[in-house]
């Protein structure tokens, strides 16, 4: 199998990346009401943990993936039922995200196109850049990420004007049970998520460096995240920013200053376009490597273009419409995922423990 190596600052770009995602756009910790920016704080404390867990189960098996770890913990059978179980959490987070593309484009971004359309290119470029591999995805993270938190930081400062820090009061209003459960849905969507780089970390030029790369891809996604919630807020209030399904978009096309920067919200696409095309390649890679270790084929470039192509037709069948895909997100992804995301982490982490420490009794 072709090895491909990419360096911590490209990891780093990556996991921002990749968090970035839809969360960006559809928001999270939503739960919370005004108080989304406590939830989001929480979720990234939480989410750091559990990377925690994720970096200290591969400092123990260096240059191997999680498909790899759980084929040496429990065996062949049990290990290739977990790759199973993985392979189908990345699938089917990738055809959840193709979805929010296509709904977003359908619905803001090129409404009146087929929705059909935009995402065949987006699949396209997916395909190529997963068969070139994860390096070169990695390079071009790493140059994107600088532009992409550009933007965002400049929006942020336009948006100032019109921001009212009075849309935030009363704090925690309504008690601490929904800032709770907002931090848990922040926690699941998207910090969680990234339990999939357990399968491609093994890459890293620099081993047992994972740590650095989680923690530095949290702590500015986390910010970042927050600092997009808290500004949606702070200019349309904790109703309106709620009843929307995109609030970022909406909030951005209200800057108007002195009739030269106006109609900036297709920024707000460029940004989840980089986004998700990043997020949704890793996922075709971690599905297809997955695939690859289960049947025995030695390059999972070889089935990247049927892994996409049932990406693609798996988000389609998904849903009838928006309201579904908004609500599954926000109310099913963090109770189905909490398996995916720490309990199995959890277990195999104990299981390596253990084993390890017999080891070196023995």
């Known amino acids: ?19 970035f995602g839809s969360s960006l756009l559809l928001g999270t910790g939503t739960e919370a ?24 189960i591969l400092s123990l098996y260096p240059g191997k993936d999680l498909f790899d770890i759980s084929n040496i913990l429990f065996g062949k059978v049990l290990g290739k039922f977990v790759c199973i179980l993985y392979s189908w959490y990345a699938f089917h987070m990738g055809a959840l995200v193709f979805r929010n593309f296509g709904e977003f484009m359908n619905t803001l971004g ?5 929705e059909f359309a935009p995402i065949i290119m987006l699949i396209l470029l997916c395909i190529w850049v997963t068969k070139a591999g994860i390096e070169v995805l990695g390079r ?4 994107f990420v600088i532009i992409l938190i ?4 400049f929006i942020q400062l336009l948006m100032i004007p019109q921001m009212k820090l009075q849309n935030f009061l009363p704090i925690l209003y309504n008690g601490v049970k ?6 848990f849905s922040a926690f699941s969507f998207p910090f969680a998520e990234s339990v999939v780089f357990m399968m491609v970390f093994n890459s890293l030029k620099k081993k047992n460096s994972s740590y650095i790369v989680f923690l530095w891809g949290i702590l500015v996604s986390g910010f970042t995240i927050l600092m997009v919630a808290a500004r949606n807020v702070a200019v349309l209030g904790n109703e309106i920013a709620s009843r929307y399904y995109f609030p970022s978009y909406i909030t951005v096309s209200r800057i108007d200053i002195g009739k030269v920067f106006q109609r900036l919200e297709i920024t707000v696409s460029v940004v989840f376009l ?6 949704i390649s890793i996922c075709i890679i971690v599905t297809s490597k997955g695939i690859s270790k289960v049947i025995g084929i030695s390059e999972y470039r070889y089935i990247v273009i049927p892994i996409a192509a049932l990406m693609l037709n798996l988000s389609i069948i998904l849903y009838k419409n928006i309201v579904e895909m908004v609500d599954w997100a926000r109310e099913i992804w963090p109770y189905y995922s909490l398996p995916f995301q720490v309990i199995i982490p959890l277990i195999i982490w104990i299981v390596a423990e253990v084993k390890i420490k017999k080891s070196k009794s023995g």
């Open 140 to 143: 071009w993270s790493e140059f």
């Open 274 to 279: 980089v986004s998700v095309f990043v997020k």
């Open 33 to 56: 009401g005004a108080d989304r920016w406590l939830a989001i704080l929480l979720g990234t404390a939480a989410g750091a943990t559990i990377m925690l867990v994720y970096s200290r």
């Open 110 to 114: 090129l409404p009146g196109t087929p």
């Open 178 to 183: 929904p800032v709770i459960k907002g931090g």
């Open 150 to 153: 550009i933007i965002l930081y």
């Open 1 to 19: 199998m072709q090895k491909d190596l990419f360096s911590n600052k490209q990891g780093i770009s990556m996991v921002i990346l990749f968090l």
